[in-house]
Structure formats: structure tokens, C-alpha cells
């Protein structure tokens, strides 16, 4: 752990654990079922997979935590997920979460790769937000 690295996995997706949290698209023909609520729009369109796409699910992920473990876009069904992302319909704030934190979520939904930060600046961003935290408490 010397060199920072962190590295997120599902592995529910090894082994069926939860199978209503995963979803298969109506026209994949591959029918594979993927964690479409935490993918960028570019995997779930064209399956290309990144940082700045770990990015965007690092953020719903700090959105699931903030929320008390909600399922993210639950009245979204997944056939109408990437039209909802389309059109600039993020996940909503969730209660007690500093506007702060949830700058920095919205920051990882851009719908441009090059408008998300960097895996660098997140973890500068993380840092800051954890030093104005450590003067109030």
C-alpha cells in the first residue's frame, strides 16, 4: 500500500451474491449482467472502460456511502438509464451530506471524460474536504 494504489472490484459478480443489483441491457446481445447504475455512460454505450470511468463510479459509490447504502437510480429502469444520464439527471444529494462532498460527486458525472478529475486531483479534493472536516470535529 506504499504507492497509493486502491483498487474497487464487485466481486458479488463472481459469485451471484446479488443478482437483482445487476442489470442486462434489452439489446445486449451478450446478456451479461452489469452494475449498469455505476458505470459511466461511455461503458454502458460502448464498453470502454478507463480511469476517468473509475472516476465516475468512485463517485456513485461515495453517493451510495452518503446515502446510507441506497440503491443509486432505483426508479430508473435499465433501459432508460443512459437517455436519464443523457440528459443531465445525476443522483440527487443525499441528506447530511456536505455540499462539499457532493461537489466533488457531481464533479465525477461529467458526461465529458475530460471534465472529470484526474484519480490525482480526487485524491488532493478527498484530502482537502478531510482537513476542513478535522476542524470541526
Not at 437510480?73 to 440528459?87: K, Q
Amino acid at each position: 500500500m506504499d504507492d497509493l494504489t486502491v483498487k474497487l472490484t464487485d466481486g458479488a459478480l463472481t459469485r451471484d451474491l446479488f443478482p437483482q443489483d445487476y442489470d442486462c441491457l434489452p439489446a445486449d446481445i451478450t446478456n451479461e449482467s452489469r452494475p449498469l447504475k455505476f458505470m459511466a455512460i461511455e461503458s454502458i454505450k460502448d464498453r470502454r472502460f478507463s480511469t476517468a470511468s473509475d472516476v465516475w463510479s468512485y463517485g456513485v459509490l461515495l453517493w451510495e456511502l452518503m446515502s446510507r447504502c441506497l440503491q443509486p437510480y432505483s426508479d430508473i429502469g435499465p433501459e432508460n438509464l443512459v437517455t436519464h444520464l443523457e440528459n443531465d439527471h445525476r443522483l440527487i444529494q443525499p441528506t447530511n451530506c456536505p455540499d462539499t462532498l457532493y461537489k466533488l460527486m457531481s464533479m465525477c458525472w461529467a458526461t465529458s471524460i475530460d471534465h472529470r478529475p484526474s484519480m490525482n486531483t480526487l485524491l488532493r479534493l478527498m484530502m482537502d474536504f478531510y482537513g476542513q472536516l478535522a476542524r470541526f470535529i
